[in-house]
């Protein structure tokens, strides 16, 4: 026992001394590190660098949907759809193997119909430079500058280039040509072991599957499902959903930070552009391990992809189809001489706006002509790009908010307004038209140019009616430039109305800051001549002031935006809208005495009933009773333009709408095409409120 004491003793003093036991802990542990470095380095060195060496990991990028946009009544007009794309990374292959994988590549997606995506410059027949770089020679010299042969090279000359830097020269022409796109594109795109290159986009389920199939041998090859945009129609609103498309250098270089990347697509126009900040969702993130060959041996998602924000519009898509059709309508009439019994073969383009009165939303903004914003998704081609570019009429741009157009006499009432406040005219003041103004250069009524006859002795009712020349001639003499442009200032006219797209014209306002002015300017500003210059929108908030009494509403387009869970506060979107457009637009009232717009009001509902009025026999069996005013601007070369503005219904006024047609000859033309568009308003919502009435009787629990 005493031995057994004895040596405890020891080994408790052993463990009391810390020194000696840490030392010892140590010793243990560095013999360990030691003996796991031997088996690392020497026994199965070889093995683990191999490993390492053929082991890949890269960050992929998981694309988001864009949110959808929607018409206020929760029609679809902009979504997405599942596609898949073809991207290529680097591998650590030798060339032969990669090129022969990338002819592999292009034989499937050539037999199912599937394109590759490249900006080689070959044409479709892959034996001459393309049609872009054969017309646009400093931009065919610039590529050939980029990689360093002459201008003078030959399209066989960069061929041969490209087959020696490829090392493709055992291939026959049509598979080096291909290969060669492919390479060029991926090359332009910086593709790595780590980034990829687009090849191929929406691609065709049989290719997908084929190259599935062959997957273990088409290195590098990666097929990814993407949210790809669509639109419900082609053309259907265009100018005010705009289109997407792949980013350019610059916008990627401006955007890298805030989650974009070189395969993104961003807004380039419309709502799409103007949105993108709510529309574009948050991109996903998974790491991918590889090996040297391409093969995928693990993928982990480590962020989940999460859709942008919906979009609500304040279109309406049923008014905006009955105003789609009926400018188209209205431009083939005019075209043909329905209306004129002559044809008017240059009115070829124009624009409507509707507004609601009350609120200033937009339920219908038309541009003509069209383009197919569903061609540019996946990269338009040269061909159909051409086409638009090319088209004098330019059908890429918004007339009804990038147009500017003299008025004509649709100004009358604003200047019968200014005339009124001012204390120029009064509502009852009887005046006589004298056919030929006697005043500075002299000028004429239509109506006496036109029959050599008067108005008469008419009031500013009547004058709107009327349409007379020369009763605006007086207002303008009596109360000066100034006065008017004060009144066409209030209006909104010549400033940024701030609706939610990019382009929107300022204008121009006659006898703003002119020099050298003088009495005949201000005749001629009188009548909407001149430099007066405005937009179809600017004109249809006019008129909506008009309309309601006095209210010059902030315009808008976007009604809410948000997802099924959280709505961003509209006031929110307003802000960034200001800091977007740089135009900060209130609401504001004009306090214009209830008796003068009552007067102005009768003029123009005189306009489409009365006997004399100016588009009275168009408007004699309307289903709804629309006030208006016709509108002849004259212009450099070609027919007049023509303009119609007019609210509806007259005594209790809902919307507003503006039509302009360039070289429409005449406005009392676009009335035809206004009384489609308040007939058709007006079914739509009667059969709405009938609609809704059963269903308020169920809410309210009484049964039939």
């Known amino acids: 026992m005493e031995f057994l004491k004895s040596k405890f003793e020891k080994i408790i003093d052993v463990l009391e001394n810390r020194e000696l036991v840490l030392s010892f802990i140590l010793c243990i542990v560095a013999v360990a590190f030691i003996v796991q470095l031997f088996n690392l380095q020497i026994i199965n060195g070889a093995s683990y660098r191999e490993q390492a060496e053929n082991k890949i990991v890269r960050t992929e990028t998981i694309a988001a949907p864009r949110g959808e946009i929607y018409d206020r009544n929760g029609v679809l007009l902009a979504t997405n759809e599942l596609t898949y794309n073809v991207e290529l990374y680097r591998t650590k292959v030798g060339i032969e193997v990669t090129n022969d994988a990338i002819r592999d590549l292009t034989d499937i997606l050539q037999k199912n119909g599937d394109k590759i995506y490249s900006t080689f410059p070959v044409n479709d027949n892959l034996d001459n430079f393309s049609d872009e770089y054969l017309e646009d020679i400093e931009l065919k010299d610039k590529f050939l500058e980029d990689i360093g042969l002459d201008k003078d ?22 598979d080096k040509i291909k290969i060669i796109k492919v390479k060029y594109e991926a090359n332009l795109n910086g593709y790595s072991l780590f980034n990829s290159a687009v090849i191929a986009k929406d691609i065709s389920k049989n290719s997908v599957a084929q190259i599935e199939e062959l997957k273990s041998k088409l290195y590098g090859v990666n097929i990814v499902s993407v949210p790809q945009r669509k639109y419900e129609s082609d053309t259907f609103a265009c100018h005010i959903l705009g289109y997407v498309s792949k980013i350019n250098n610059t916008e990627y270089n401006e955007k890298k930070d805030e989650g974009y990347t070189i395969n993104s697509v961003i807004g380039k126009s419309g709502v799409e552009e103007s949105m993108e900040k709510y529309l574009k969702g948050r991109e996903g993130v998974k790491k991918v391990v590889t090996d040297s060959f391409g093969n995928i041996s693990s993928e982990q998602v480590t962020q989940e992809a999460t859709s942008g924000n919906n979009v609500t519009l304040t279109i309406d898509f049923r008014i905006q189809k009955v105003v789609e059709e009926a400018l188209v309508n209205t431009l083939a ?56 570019n090319e088209n004098v009429q330019k059908p890429m741009f918004n007339r009804a908010i990038s147009g500017t157009y003299s008025p004509g006499s649709t100004y009358k009432m604003l200047v019968g307004v200014a005339g009124l406040e001012s204390g120029g005219i009064t509502v009852d003041e009887y005046y006589t038209d004298p056919g030929i103004y006697p005043y500075s250069y002299n000028p004429k009524c239509w109506i006496y140019t ?100 006095g209210t010059l509403n902030k315009i808008s387009l976007i009604k809410n935006v948000g997802n099924d869970v959280l709505s961003v506060p509209i006031s929110e979107v307003a802000e960034y809208m200001r800091k977007y457009t740089g135009v900060d637009f209130e609401t504001k009232e004009l306090n214009i005495k209830n008796k003068y717009i009552d007067a102005i009001k009768e003029g123009m509902y005189a306009v489409t009933t009365e006997t004399g009025g100016t588009a009275a026999d168009i408007f004699r069996d309307s289903k709804v009773e629309v006030a208006g005013k016709t509108g002849t601007a004259q212009v450099a070369s070609g027919a007049n333009n023509a303009i119609f503005v007019g609210f509806a219904p007259y005594d ?9 047609v360039e070289h429409g000859a005449e406005g009392y033309y676009l009335a035809n095409m206004v009384k489609d568009i308040t ?20 809410q309210s629990g009484i049964e039939f």
């Open 153 to 174: 090279a030959t399209f066989s000359d960069v061929v041969d280039y490209y087959t020696e830097l490829y090392a493709i020269e055992d291939y026959d022409y049509n």
């Open 333 to 388: 009439n005019l075209q043909n001489g329905v209306y004129t019994g002559e044809p008017i073969p240059e009115a070829q383009s124009g624009s409507c706006v509707v507004l609601d009165v009350e609120t200033g939303e937009v339920l219908a903004m038309a541009s003509y002509p069209t383009y197919n914003i569903n061609s540019f998704v996946d990269g338009i081609s040269y061909g159909e790009w051409k086409n638009i």
């Open 450 to 549: 036109s029959h050599n006859i008067t108005h008469g002795s008419i009031n500013l009712a009547g004058a709107i009616k009327g349409s007379c020349n020369c009763y605006f001639y007086e207002v303008g003499r009596r109360i000066g430039i100034d006065n008017i442009v004060k009144w066409a200032t209030n209006f909104g006219l010549g400033e940024k109305t701030g609706i939610e797209l990019s382009g929107e014209s300022t204008g121009s306002i006659a006898g703003k800051d002119a020099k050298g002015w003088s009495l005949g300017d201000t005749l001629s500003a009188s009548i909407g001549q001149s430099t007066n210059l405005y937009t179809p929108l600017q004109l249809a908030n006019y008129i909506s002031t008009i309309a309601n009494g």
């Open 652 to 660: 209790n006024p809902k919307i507003a709408v503006v039509s302009v």
């Open 679 to 698: 007939n058709e308003y007006f079914d739509i919502y009667t059969n709405d409120a009938q609609k809704e009435k059963p269903q308020e009787v169920v």
